[in-house]
């Protein structure tokens, strides 16, 4: 369950930026720059304008953002960032070292 949620992108009809707190099964996020974190999370999910999307993750209410391990991910349609959100979400909620969907 999402306890918060936001989509940024006024104006542009689909959202640029997702955001959602969400809390790390055993093992954790695996992120680029400190490896496994672990407990209550922030994920914010967003679109580039090369198509791309970007996954990070912080500690609930810590100001560092780190990169969720496998993102950048290609997104081929721009309607496709709530399912690829949902899916780090979900990846994350079962922990496991959990990486961004190629």
């Known amino acids: 369950m999402n306890t918060h949620s936001d989509a940024l992108g006024a104006g542009?009809?689909?959202p640029e930026r997702l955001v959602d707190?969400?809390?790390?099964?055993?093992?954790?996020?695996m992120t680029d720059?400190?490896?496994v974190i672990t407990g209550d999370l922030t994920l914010a999910t967003t679109l580039h304008p090369?198509?791309?999307a970007a996954a990070a993750v912080q500690y609930t209410g810590a100001d560092e953002w780190y990169t969720l391990t496998g993102s950048p991910t290609p997104l081929p349609h721009h309607s496709d960032l709530q399912q690829l959100?949902?899916?780090?979400?979900?990846?994350?909620?079962?922990?496991?070292?959990a990486q961004a969907p190629a």
């Open 33 to 35: 720059e400190v490896g």
């Open 12 to 14: 542009s009809g689909r």
């Open 50 to 52: 090369d198509g791309q």
């Open 21 to 29: 707190r969400v809390t790390a099964g055993p093992g954790g996020a």
């Open 85 to 97: 959100h949902d899916a780090v979400l979900a990846a994350i909620r079962a922990g496991g070292g």
